[in-house]
């Protein structure tokens, strides 16, 4: 069995992948599944917390004793996220969040025509996990005590993700080894935990669960 070590501790996680409007029927997606999120909603309640799971376009049941807020885009999520943190303790960014979205959303199906089509044009989305980070360092409150962030890298992940961490102002910044095995719909996942103030934790190639049982070790003991 788990340790009950997070109980009473407010975590926020956020899971699956943002989809951005381009008309009523139409988005910009990514192939995030929620699975890695879930696996930490569902582990965390195992250990004694209440958990907040933001969670966009998941196909999954409802992890059982969880608050679940669904929503669709990079701005919805950041509205749920920024009120989930007040009175978090925690808050672990698991889900892929659009780098853009279109600039504009049109009203109607956009029709077809025998002309050239109209190019997308995008804007950038806020970065909710950096900016968790910088309520934090200019203690704008309320923000978590502790800050998860994921990050997906193909090459130099170490230096890369040591960068991304920092940048982005997190405790621990979970990279996955993406590549010839993408995680992206797998069951397992294999990562290495970057700690911003101690050496990585290295993870191997296991089920999401034993993943998320790392990060919430780590969490708890950030906690503590
Ligand atoms: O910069 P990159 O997308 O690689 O960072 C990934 C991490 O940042 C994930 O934890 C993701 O949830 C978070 N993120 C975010 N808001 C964005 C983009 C990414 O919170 N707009």
Redesign the pocket.
């Known amino acids: 069995g788990r340790p009950a070590d997070l109980a009473g501790r407010r975590l926020v996680i ?1 899971a699956g992948g ?1 989809r951005e409007a381009l008309d009523p029927v139409r988005f910009l997606g990514n192939r995030s599944s929620g699975l890695q999120g879930y696996a930490l909603a569902r582990t965390a309640l195992a250990r004694g917390a209440e958990v907040t799971l933001v969670a966009a376009n998941v196909a999954l049941p409802d992890p059982a004793g969880a608050t679940v807020i669904r929503v669709e885009s ?1 701005l919805e ?2 509205e749920a ?1 920024l009120e989930a943190v007040e009175n978090a303790d925690a808050v ?8 853009f979205r279109p600039a504009r959303r049109s009203d109607s199906k956009v029709k077809k025509t025998s002309a050239e089509p109209d190019p997308i044009h995008l804007v ?9 980070g910088e309520r934090r360092r200019e203690g704008l409150k309320p923000y978590p005590q502790v800050i ?6 193909t090459d130099d992940v170490l230096a890369n993700g040591r960068a ?1 961490l920092a ?2 102002g ?1 405790d621990l ?2 990279v996955n080894q993406v590549g010839e095995n993408l995680a992206f719909g797998r069951p397992d996942n294999a990562a290495v935990v970057l700690v911003a103030d101690g050496d990585p934790v290295e993870i191997p190639r296991g089920p999401k669960e034993d993943l998320a049982d790392v990060v919430w070790d780590l969490v708890a003991g950030r906690l503590a």
């Open positions: 956020s943002t990079a999520m950041r996220v672990v960014m698991a889900a892929a969040v659009a780098d950038k989305n806020p970065d909710i996990l950096a900016e968790l998860v962030g994921f990050a997906a890298e991304k940048r982005k997190c910044l979970v």
